[in-house]
């Protein structure tokens, strides 16, 4: 089974509104990745928040941890045509290198 | 453009041939993961190799399958008599370090006929 798996599976929204999405994981962790990937496109790396962190901003995005719920946020505010991609999350339960990815959520932003 | 570099894009093959996966790593970057991703689905871990060193190969089959990542040149990803399963896109990812951030390529995609 899965380590991390993100919800929802697909988000619709409008031009500058915010798209919330999340996810849940089984394990421990030592850190937790957020990818965006275009389509057709490898993944790009968006955060990493540590085990021992609870929130991290990076421009338009805002990350939440919860290690006792064993869950994480990732936010977009204000979001553009461009934010429309599949999101992973990512975590490294396994050793630190060997990151077990979730099936993602698709955002899809309409102008 | 020194992010990871992964040859060809796409790759066809007919079943019982061998495919040749290549990764250039990004510069500076001795460390090498490999990842398969199936339609709809997230990676899925394979291999990790560092310098001349397979450190982790669980989740790579054992059979037909083969990583190497030599002292000079790109990490190869070797798939020998294909099958039509093998169809996937292949990800390589490198990093500075084992906890460091993974920057991963555009992929391979391959497809068995």
């Known amino acids: 089974s899965q380590q991390g798996e993100e919800d929802p599976q697909a988000l619709s929204i409008q031009e500058g509104e915010n798209a919330t999405m999340n996810c849940s994981y089984k394990t421990s962790i030592n850190n937790l990745q957020w990818y965006r990937q275009n389509s057709g496109r490898g993944l790009v790396h968006l955060i990493l928040i540590r085990s021992n962190e609870r929130e991290k901003h990076s421009g338009r995005l805002r990350v939440t941890l919860d290690t006792s719920k064993k869950s994480s946020s990732l936010l977009i505010t204000a979001s553009r045509a461009a934010d429309t991609a599949s999101y992973f999350c990512a975590t490294d339960a396994f050793g630190g290198y060997k990151l077990s990815f979730g099936a993602g959520t698709t955002v899809t932003v309409r102008a | 453009n020194a992010g990871v570099m992964q040859n060809p894009r796409h790759l066809v093959r007919r079943r019982g041939q061998e495919a040749r996966l290549r990764c250039s790593p990004m510069k500076g970057h001795s460390h090498v993961y490999w990842y398969r991703q199936l339609p709809e689905e997230g990676l899925k871990f394979m291999v990790y190799?560092?310098?001349?060193?397979?450190?982790?190969e669980s989740g790579m089959p054992k059979e037909r399958f083969s990583a190497e990542f030599p002292k000079e040149g790109p990490s190869i990803l070797r798939i020998q008599q294909v099958v039509r399963g093998d169809s996937a896109a292949y990800f390589c990812?490198?990093?500075?370090?084992?906890?460091?951030?993974?920057?991963f390529g555009d992929g391979t995609r391959l497809s068995i006929l």
């Open positions: 990812a490198s990093s500075l370090g084992r906890d460091q951030p993974q920057h």
């Open positions: 190799l560092q310098k001349e060193n397979i450190i982790d």
